[in-house]
């Protein structure tokens, strides 16, 4: 027993700022930053991420262990044990609303659910899950998500997709599975959320000054409540504090932006791995995937997407913040307002626990263990899990399903070969997946 953690030398706090924190930053918190990003991919800086935390571990673990992070020293946790401990135990007493992402996330998002505590944090909490129907096995309004997707996927088949093309589809599915069709065009509501975004990865600790528009824009399309839509969920649900408003900016860009980025990696996954894609056009044989229901039986795909998730998480790196002295089982006390860091770039894949740590290996979530594993944080876990994981995952299912479906599977501009571990980076601005119609 001890009541301290182990500290590791400002030598390795200087060389973790460097190539764990830092490239975060640089990249962009919030708003990918494309150039720096195909740069961080380019000299691999996930992979040796990957290998200072995997020499920290060794030398510094099992269990937790502190590393400065510029001037600040944090406590790294990385073992499922601790992970389960930290992420069952939020928002209190380990919080998410460390500085650095509180004063990012004011900028676009100043009453966000992940950044709020105590009973605000609840009544938001409970908004959320009322609206998005949290538990349930599909959504009440599945049938008319799952029109939306297959239309979503015909506008991709054809020319080869990359990035930019598939944000724009995904960013219009979910303009219209939020609001409504009557909001499909409304390209200026995600160019100003984009815009505040950017911004956010200043830091500014304020909302910036294009939010009241935002806001705006927002109250006007909710104020239709379309037939089908999520809106619609909205006008019968008790607004929590701050309106609605403020809490639907958070499923934008995650139903955008970060599914969109997880669906084209997927795609790519696919494409190059002719097993897994076999498997999956055989599960697409015998369901309809015109119905909810023929998409949520789609276990397989679905845990296509979510191997693309643990392969290259969006967030890398995210934190949490401790409300209180908290004693961990070590007998180690770990004080108030200490920041905790996940790195997600070493826990998805750390070779030393997970024997198919660098495969694309689907079959994992469904008949393996790979849904209980608190290594597996991309959409967190424990009481701040992503509301929004049941459905992000069905519309990035039922989209995949109709591509598959759709024809043939390419990818350009990138090398993903089964035979071999699958690289720690793959660069969204850097390639292409094609969709070429059967003749």
């Known amino acids: 027993m001890t009541d301290d953690f182990p500290h590791a030398s400002v030598l390795e706090g200087i060389r973790f700022t460097a190539r764990v924190g830092a490239p975060n930053v640089i990249q962009g918190l919030f708003n990918k930053r494309e150039l720096p990003t195909k740069i961080a991919s380019t000299v691999g800086i996930d992979y040796l991420g990957y290998r200072l935390v995997e020499g920290l571990v060794k030398k510094h673990g099992p269990g937790p262990f502190y590393v400065r992070v510029a001037k600040d020293e944090a406590l790294l946790i990385h073992h499922p044990t601790d992970l389960k401990l930290v992420l069952g135990g939020s928002p209190d007493p380990f919080a998410s609303d460390p500085e650095p992402k509180k004063n990012g996330m004011s900028a676009f998002q100043p009453d966000a659910l992940t950044i709020s505590r105590g009973d605000l944090w609840a009544q938001r909490r409970q908004f959320a899950d009322a609206v998005l129907?949290?538990?349930?096995?599909?959504?009440?309004?599945?049938?008319?998500?799952?029109?939306?997707?297959?239309?979503?996927?015909?506008?991709?088949?054809?020319?080869?997709?990359?990035?930019?093309?598939?944000?724009?589809?995904?960013?219009?599915?979910?303009?219209?599975?939020?609001?409504?069709?009557?909001?499909?065009?409304?390209?200026?509501?995600?160019?100003?959320?984009?815009?505040?975004?950017?911004?956010?990865?200043?830091?500014?600790?304020?909302?910036?000054?294009?939010?009241?528009?935002?806001i705006a824009m927002i109250e006007g399309h909710l104020a239709k409540a379309e037939a089908g839509s999520l809106a619609a969920e909205i006008a019968k649900t008790p607004a929590p504090p701050g309106g609605a408003a403020g809490q639907v900016i958070h499923w934008l860009f995650a139903m955008g932006d970060t599914l969109a980025a997880n669906t084209l990696r997927a795609m790519a996954a696919l494409a190059s791995h002719p097993e897994q894609r076999t498997e999956v056009r055989q599960e697409i044989a015998s369901a309809d995937i015109n119905t909810p229901q023929g998409v949520a039986s789609l276990r397989y795909l679905a845990g296509c997407l979510l191997e693309a998730m643990r392969l290259w998480p969006t967030t890398g790196l995210f934190a949490r913040v401790t409300t209180r002295d908290v004693e961990f089982p070590s007998g180690a006390v770990l004080p108030e307002g200490t920041q905790v860091l996940i790195y997600n770039v070493f826990n998805h894949r750390n070779r030393s626990r997970i024997p198919y740590a660098d495969r694309f290996s689907p079959g994992e979530w469904v008949t393996g263990k790979a849904g209980e594993d608190w290594s597996y944080n991309f959409m967190s876990h424990g009481p701040q899990g992503c509301p929004g994981y049941g459905l992000s995952v069905f519309l990035g299912q039922a989209v995949m399903a109709h591509l598959v479906n759709a024809g043939e599977l390419s990818l350009h501009g990138a090398s993903l070969d089964p035979g071999r571990a699958l690289p720690h980076s793959l660069d969204l601005f850097g390639f292409q997946v094609g969709v070429t119609p059967a003749t």
Do not use: C
Request: hydrophobic fraction near 40%; glycine fraction near 8%.
């Open 133 to 214: 129907e949290v538990g349930t096995p599909l959504h009440s309004l599945a049938k008319s998500f799952t029109k939306v997707a297959a239309d979503t996927a015909a506008e991709l088949v054809g020319e080869p997709f990359d990035y930019h093309r598939i944000d724009a589809a995904f960013q219009r599915m979910t303009r219209r599975v939020v609001f409504g069709d009557h909001a499909a065009d409304d390209t200026r509501l995600m160019e100003v959320l984009g815009e505040l975004m950017s911004l956010g990865n200043k830091m500014p600790g304020e909302p910036g000054p294009q939010y009241p528009e935002l």
